[in-house]
């Protein structure tokens, strides 16, 4: 049949062992029917074998344990790879194309039928004498008998003499399946020996650290370092914390009580230490905190005002005292800027300063006149002397005030201004006046007869309008008055309602009203400054008390009171301002 189908097809084909690779043409065009024939029964013939080799395994597989299970799965997963490459082999073999047989002339067949012939008796030779049937017959005798074989249990097929690419691919994956085992197990190994060696490095370095680590105690303070505190605050301790702690290693730390002392005086300005200790196993720690009660209270400088005024030619001698109330009398430490020159007249500024041992600063200033004139010693008076004379000024201050000022500082005479708000441009003068030692008296606000004594209420509050001026330019109040007119006014001696009702509003404010004994008549425009000077002096030697009127607005009171001041002073007498030993000086008794 082989060769009636190689005459007909002028191929020369042989069949050798039952795979459809072994199959061969001496030629490779033309198409052969059996061959398609054949890799179909060869396909049939290994699935059904695939399929008893499958079910044959699930039924070892039930039978087996868990550790066998895997060996079994193991080795037929190697089966399946040693069935790959046989698959790949016959889908190669039917993709390979189809070549359809040509008409050939008849010397052209007789030419191939030698040929035939000649290829005929090749493969006879080769085949031992054996004719083609004969072979495919063993062929087929041989399939039988393997699947005989498979059928019996064995689970790997004899691979056959015509298979080398399968076998060259089988022991290649074996190689590689081998080849990945050691590679995974060199792995392991290695991740075993590094991780021996890790673990020993960190034992090694975890016993080092041990060697190195070293505990110390130390004691934290708690708040801030200096501690201020005011004089009189109670000290509150803001407390501290020792721990004992490792230089590198902390699992052994622990904190430990601290014991604290302090001698405070809260009352006493100074520094002073609060100690902190704390003691554990061989560990002592000490820590002090510093406590400062700072000193914020400046000195004290007094000037003896007796010294304020002298008489050229005199021995000038400085009267003043410094005292702070934490370091005592420091009157040495006070510091003098400026000089007082007793061969010429004229005013001398003195400053004084001084500083105490916590560093807080005073300061202090007076004037020094030095007079050619004589000079009022009012240190040598007492109230209520005869010799006294209370020099006092109404309806101020005015345009000629700050002159009047600067002659009574020459002579160093200090008198009582009762003020008014009719000028209120010089509201600021009444300050003046306050600081340079006179008495600042009330003498009601407008001034205004009509209007202040038209009521008890009326005159109250025009007088309580005035009260407030003078406690704001001064900081001070005051306790004297004088009624406009004097207290023997027909306005008020007329109306005995009114007079008891000013009566009860003075005692209510705690007020006293002053009236006058000498009076410079400088209310009169018909007087010089020579009449006012003679009316001053005439009524001065025979006056008792001695209360003299005049008025700062009145130009011949200022331009008298230079020469009055100079005579009354050579003639013994002592210029006093009204405070609260003053006796009362009234016209009439309210």
Not at 28 to 52: C, I, L, S, W
Not at 357 to 369: H, Q
Request: proline letters at 3%; charged letters at 30%; one cysteine or more.
């Amino acid at each position: 049949m082989a060769d009636e189908r190689n005459k007909r097809t002028e191929y020369n084909w042989s069949w050798s062992g039952d795979d459809a690779g072994s199959y061969r043409a001496k030629y490779t065009r033309g198409f052969d029917p059996d061959y398609v024939k054949h890799t179909a029964e060869r396909r049939e013939e290994q699935e059904e074998n695939t399929q008893k080799k499958r079910e044959q395994a699930a039924q070892r597989q039930r039978r087996q344990r868990p550790s066998a299970r895997r060996a079994r799965l193991s080795a037929e997963q190697e089966v399946r790879s040693e069935d790959r490459p046989q698959r790949e082999t016959e889908k190669t073999d039917r993709s390979r194309p189809v070549e359809r047989p040509t008409v050939k002339s008849a010397q052209t067949r007789r030419t191939d039928s030698g040929k035939e012939k000649s290829a005929q008796t090749r493969r006879a030779d080769s085949g031992k004498g054996k004719s083609a049937q004969t072979r495919r017959a063993d062929s087929e005798e041989e399939r039988t008998a393997g699947t005989r074989r498979t059928d019996r249990g064995v689970q790997k097929r004899k691979p056959q003499t015509g298979s080398r690419s399968r076998r060259r691919n089988t022991g290649a994956q074996q190689a590689g399946a081998r080849n990945r085992k050691s590679t995974a197990y060199r792995r392991q190994m290695l991740r075993r020996r590094y991780t021996i060696l890790g673990i020993a490095a960190a034992a090694g370095i975890f016993f080092i650290l041990l060697l190195l680590n070293t505990y110390s105690l130390t004691i934290t303070l708690s708040g801030d370092n200096p501690l201020y505190l005011e004089i009189g605050e109670t000290y509150q301790d803001p407390g501290a914390t020792a721990i004992y702690r490792g230089s590198i290693l902390h699992f052994g730390d622990k904190e430990v009580p601290v014991v604290s002392e302090h001698e405070i005086n809260n009352r006493v300005c100074g520094t002073y230490e609060v100690t902190y200790h704390a003691e554990h196993k061989d560990q002592e720690a000490t820590v002090k905190r510093t406590v400062i009660i700072p000193d914020r209270t400046a000195p004290v400088i007094t000037l003896d005002e007796s010294v304020n005024v002298v008489r050229k030619g005199d021995e000038w001698q400085d009267s003043f005292t410094a005292t702070d109330d934490q370091d005592g009398d420091i009157t040495a430490n006070v510091e003098i800027l400026g000089e007082v020159n007793m061969r010429r007249d004229g005013k001398y500024e003195l400053t004084y300063r001084v500083q105490d041992s916590a560093g807080n600063e005073a300061e202090a200033s007076r004037t020094v006149i030095v007079s050619s004139v004589a000079i009022n010693r009012p240190e040598l008076a007492r109230q209520g002397d005869k010799n006294v004379i209370y020099l006092t000024f109404d309806d101020g201050p005015g345009m000629y005030t700050e002159r009047l000022l600067e002659i009574l500082d020459s002579h160093n005479v200090k008198a009582t201004f009762f003020v008014t708000d009719t000028n209120p441009g010089s509201r600021d003068l009444i300050g003046e006046e306050y600081r340079r030692g006179h008495t600042i008296g009330v003498h009601t606000s407008s001034h205004n007869y009509d209007l202040i004594y038209e009521s008890s209420e009326a005159f109250w509050n025009d007088l309580d309008q005035e009260i407030e001026i003078i406690k704001e330019q001064t900081g001070a109040e005051t306790s004297f008055m004088r009624y406009p007119g004097g207290s023997s006014n027909d306005l008020i001696t007329m109306n005995d309602e009114l007079r008891r009702e000013l009566v009860a509003g003075m005692r209510a404010r705690g007020l006293k009203y002053y009236d006058w004994t000498i009076d410079s008549y400088d209310s009169n425009d018909e007087y010089t400054s020579d009449d006012v000077y003679w009316a001053l002096v005439d009524q001065t030697t025979v006056a008792e008390p001695k209360m003299v009127l005049c008025h700062d607005l009145k130009r011949t009171s200022v331009d008298a009171i230079d020469n009055y001041l100079s005579w009354a002073i050579e003639n013994h007498y002592v210029f006093l301002p009204i405070t609260e030993e003053t006796p009362e000086v009234h016209h009439v008794d309210m």
